[in-house]
């Protein structure tokens, strides 16, 4: 058996068990997405493909003796909606003794086809208490709030409205044309937090959009540390190629990248590189924003599409 995505790229770790009358077998696909399941007897069998993140496939195969029965399928991956832009501004002052504050928050959601929801309302949203773990499994991150006189530790908050007081919808501006760097993390950690690969998916399923005819482009980055055997052909970023304006043919350098997770997060560094940083890499002096902004076609808004998974280390 044969198991791919939706982009016909190998799944690995899939589960495959194929039932005939009375009796299962499995195996798991390997890395070119094949599983082999033998010494089943003839008959019809049902065949089920599960790994999370994507839907659980069936389909029925003949299997005969002393022969072979292979079977494609093509996994489709999970996609729901997402948080675009989350910002926030302090309304008035803290009270007396410095606790309570009224916040404004702006929220973008967008769909799996990064279209904006503009049909949410007030009832759609809801920000609740939070209480920090402890012991806190991570005290270089905040986890509910920090207070500056002790950095190293969580502290807990309530939420005396947690449906809005007021509800607005922001109407957004008119679509323009855009180039997009995206910026890909392919340190070691990647191998554990996205075994599937949902990352490079989910940059197919963006630059699928990227024609001719869309009149965006899109350059594909990716980044990687010395530390920690990084795998990427040039260390801390790579570059798969230029802006172009055929998102598709970057396709097999996305295939490519599945394997090469290793080293650190230079996460700043990639982005602003700083030649005084005696942890800097040498030649490295053009971060990836300054890099957008010089080279991206004219006339396109420009961003930087970051996919990581770390702190910056």
Known sequence: M?????????????????????????????AAGVAMVASLPTGTADVAISLGTYQTQTANATIIGNGTTSVNIELVRNTQAAGGVFTTSVIGTPTDNGKVLTIELQV??????????????DGDFELSACSPTVPDPQTSASECVRYPENL?????????????????????????????????DQSGSIGDTDP??????????????????????????????????????TVPLWFGGTFTTDGVSYFDELDALGDQAGGDTPLY?????????????????????????????AGLRKAVVIFSDGDDN
């Open 108 to 121: 973008v959601v967008v769909d799996q086809n990064s279209q904006a929801l503009v049909s949410l309302t």
């Open 196 to 233: 599937t690969n949902a990352r490079l998916y989910s940059a197919k399923a963006f630059m699928q959009t990227v024609d001719a005819g869309s009149g965006d482009a899109v350059l594909l980055t990716a980044f990687a540390g010395p530390g920690h055997g990084p795998l990427i052909p």
């Open 269 to 297: 560094r990639v982005l602003y590189p700083e030649p005084a940083d005696a942890n800097n890499n040498p030649g490295f002096t053009q971060g990836l924003i300054d890099y957008t902004a010089a080279n991206a076609p």
């Open 152 to 184: 190293q530790a969580d502290s807990p908050y309530t939420v005396d409205n947690p449906s809005a007081d007021a509800f607005a919808l922001v109407p957004g501006g008119a679509p323009a044309d855009y180039a997009a760097a995206l910026m890909l």
């Open 2 to 30: 044969t198991v791919v995505d939706e982009f016909g790229a190998p799944v690995a770790g899939a589960q495959v068990v194929v039932t005939v009358g009375t009796t299962s077998l499995s195996d798991t696909t390997n």
